[in-house]
């Protein structure tokens, strides 16, 4: 499953490389919850929150069967 999340984080990181940002894949549980760190300008960002829920959730959630929920680090 970790390699099927980076695979597609690896379509992600595009978007965020554009605005200064990044995602780092740190954890995944046997329950389906994925832990990621927002970094480079991502973090500490008003929007993250909406971007990790809206975007990085949403994506993995369609392209990796199994996962629950994306939260930050």
Same mark, same amino acid.
Do not use: V
């Given at each position: 499953m970790r390699e099927r999340i980076e695979k597609s984080l690896?379509?992600?990181? +595009?978007?965020? %490389?554009?605005?200064?940002g990044n995602i780092e894949l740190i954890d995944v549980t046997e329950d389906g919850i994925v832990k990621v760190r927002l970094t480079g300008a991502c973090?500490?960002? +008003?929007?993250? %929150?909406?971007?990790?829920?809206?975007g990085v959730e949403r994506v993995l959630k369609q392209d990796v069967p199994g996962i629950k929920e994306v939260v930050a680090e």
């Open positions: 690896e379509k992600i990181r +595009p978007a965020l %490389q554009a605005d200064g973090h500490g960002c +008003p929007m993250s %929150q909406m971007t990790l829920k809206m």
